[in-house]
Nanobody
Framework: QVQLVESGGGLVQAGGSLRLSCAAS????????MGWFRQAPGKEREFVAT???????NYADSVKGRFTISRDVAKNTVYLQMNSLKPEDTAVYYC?????????WGQGTQVTVSS
């Protein structure tokens, strides 16, 4: 069983920044990919970024150059630094990992960007 707990969401003006955190349970944190997804009202959940077990990163085209995913193995935490935020980034952001074919999700954290 894996538990993921997100934090760091909030209300910010367009052009501002936020940093999301996702704390994961378990002692094998560094051996799994960790990812961020988001879901806006009335839309499907979509991929934002991943940090692989090997240390590589991947981003959705819509956030490239603005968002940065990183990992602190000692803290079992993955971060999403979000800069130059836009109103269209407004969504609930979810942390994700897959263990033995099972998808695990956090409870989500709301990010609202005002214009």
């Amino acid at each position: 069983q894996v538990q993921l707990v997100e934090s760091g969401g909030g209300l910010v003006q367009a052009g501002g920044s936020l940093r999301l955190s996702c704390a994961a349970s378990g002692r094998t944190f560094s051996t799994y990919n960790m990812g961020w997804f988001r879901q806006a009202p009335g839309k499907e959940r979509e991929f934002v970024a991943t940090f692989s077990s090997g240390g590589s990163t991947n981003y959705a085209d819509s956030v490239k150059g603005r968002f940065t995913i990183s990992r602190d193995v000692a803290k079992n935490t993955v971060y999403l630094q979000m800069n130059s935020l836009k109103p269209e980034d407004t969504a609930v952001y979810y942390c994700n990992t897959v263990r033995s074919g099972v998808n695990y999700w956090g409870q989500g954290t709301q990010v609202t960007v005002s214009s």
